[in-house]
């Protein structure tokens, strides 16, 4: 295989490692999974780094000598369809061994793959909100406040993200319009407790599964990866915990 080749099979396995982190995946999945690609195609070492953000692979090949590229990452969602769909893509490469053309257009299906459309999500933000706010002690007013405000939160973080804004710039915004809106509907009698409608909206912006994916990380033995998780959980809780706080001083409530 000549080296050309080796790079554009290389770019490819970046991108599904890529695709992989993006999607929620853990850092050893992805190392093994770029690792395990590149072997299939003729590389005798291959040496993989990977955190939240970026990706380095060195490979060599005695027919294409050493091949590196740099990924940056950026974005982090968790996608549970996308990362079956990659992981039997990857397990096809490494069993069949596929032209460049062939990866290339099973990565755009996937890409290109369904998703929930907004009217959706906005249901399932309401849904969340107000289920959350009946499991905590919540009554059928604060129920209803509160899977409203959640589909209204939806809008408006949609309506932030537009602006390019960073992680924890959204969750301030929706943080403190949700503790505006919570004590607004007490305010007008649409509810009867703003702490529990409020809950309601937290659930919808804690980072409760990046927490344990940063304990995964760590207990796989990926500790740089699982710090980072780790803190830009905590400092996005806090973020969150910040907001709802800030209505509640400004407003005056105990």
Do not use: W
Not at 76 to 102: A, F, G, H, W
Not at 153 to 182: D, M, P, Q, R, Y
């Amino acid at each position: 295989m000549k080296r050309e080749e080796a790079e554009q099979y290389l770019f490819y396995a970046m991108t599904i490692g890529e695709m992989l982190l993006t999607s929620g995946a853990e850092v050893g999945r992805v190392e093994d999974t770029i690792r395990r690609i590149c072997m299939a195609y003729g590389a005798k070492r291959v040496d993989v780094f990977s955190i939240t953000s970026s990706i380095v692979t060195t490979m060599y090949g005695e027919e294409f000598g050493i091949c590196t590229q740099t990924r940056r990452v950026s974005g982090m969602s968790n996608d549970l369809n996308k990362l079956d769909e990659l992981n039997c893509l990857s397990r096809e490469i490494c069993t069949q061994k596929p032209s460049v053309e062939e990866i290339k257009k099973e990565l755009e299906r996937i890409e290109k793959g369904p998703q929930y459309s907004f009217g959706s999500q906005v249901f399932i933000y309401a849904l969340v909100s107000g289920s959350f706010s009946v499991f905590f002690g919540g009554d059928f007013r604060d129920m209803l406040a509160s899977a409203l405000i959640g589909a209204i939160l939806k809008f408006l973080e949609s309506f932030v993200k537009k602006g390019a804004a960073n992680t924890l710039l959204t969750a301030l915004i929706c943080s403190i319009a949700g503790g505006f809106l919570a004590n607004l509907a007490v305010r007008t009698g649409l509810g009867h407790h703003a702490d529990l409608i409020s809950i309601g909206n937290v659930m919808l912006l804690i980072p409760g599964i990046a927490f344990t994916n940063s304990l995964r990380d760590m207990f796989s033995g990926d500790t740089i990866t699982g710090l980072i998780r780790f803190m830009e959980s905590i400092l996005l809780a806090i973020i969150i915990a910040l907001g709802f706080a800030l209505v509640n001083l400004i407003l005056g409530v105990g």
